[in-house]
């Protein structure tokens, strides 16, 4: 018997959501049903259909009404600001990808499951107590909540690495350095930016810029005992994809190099093999 599509709505159109309306088009067991952001639909389509990282779309962009077509899937489009003002449930939306930023607690999402969602993801660490769940990691725990966060991007990297060598050597401390692709909350020239950080006015495509990161405290989320014993800072260099973490890590076990690659050979093509993969460098 087959699986059951699973029906999918998007809240919140920038980079996380359309990478991952690109993945949806290419796995058939979800169905993209609805999209929700507050710009226009042609700028909906056409950033679906022209990516500047990954590429042109290979499938034939439509609107009509509110209506997008992908090749001959139908979606449902929104500009609301407000949830409430989205039947969900006529969608039949199994699961809502909550990838817009703002809606980063339990209660500001609940509104998505009394108007007709069964479940919420959101893809960036909650501002409260929501469960998180990381794939390859914890993600078996899963308890059926409602609402649940992915954690970040900066955390489902770092965290399974971190989880091999508590297992194996005990970590007792940590520090993490991210050379962090610039984002879209950076200024494309020097300029005035909302933000208190001065260093934000400046132009992501010209400067190497240190800022705060928040993923000691995402990552302390899964190893409780290090709470206070992590340190992040995030480095904005001038490339638009990709970033590269470099761990210094203090374990309670005696080791060496060699005994450590031996482990994360291991783990990558077992247990983590869905996520991880090394690069042997000779």
Known sequence: ???????????????????????????????????????????????LKYDSIYGTLPYEINIKDDLLFIGTQKVQLFSEPDPLNMDLKALKVDVVLQCSGMFLSEASNFPLIRN??????????????????????????????????????????IVPIFQIVDTYFGIESAMMSMYHSYT???????????????RRTRSATQNII?????????????????????????????????TLYELHIQVGKKTDVQEV?????????????DILNVAEIH
């Not at 359309?18 to 507050?38: K, Y």
């Not at 919420?120 to 966060?149: C, F, L, Q, R, W």
């Not at 879209?184 to 001065?198: E, G, M, P, R, T």
């Open 210 to 242: 240190p800022l705060m990161s928040s993923a000691a405290e995402a990552t302390a989320t899964f190893f409780p005992h290090l709470k206070g014993k992590m340190y992040a800072k995030s480095i904005r260099v001038p490339v638009p994809s990709t």
């Open 116 to 157: 007709g969602a069964k479940k919420v993801i959101v893809s960036a660490p909650p501002s409260d107590a929501m469960p998180t769940y990381i794939y390859g990691v914890n993600h078996k725990e899963y308890k059926g909540e409602p609402v649940i966060s992915n954690s970040s991007c900066s955390a489902n990297a």
């Open 261 to 273: 690659n031996q482990i994360l050979r291991k783990e990558t093509g077992g247990a983590y093999a």
């Open 184 to 198: 879209v909350y950076q200024n494309l020239l020097d300029s005035k930016h909302y933000s208190d950080d001065i």
């Open 1 to 47: 018997m087959n699986k059951r599509t699973i029906r999918v709505f998007i809240n919140g159109f920038g980079r996380i959501g359309r990478a991952a309306a690109r993945i949806m088009l290419e796995d058939a067991s979800f169905e993209l049903v609805g999209i929700n952001d507050i710009c226009s639909y042609v700028q909906m389509a056409y950033l």
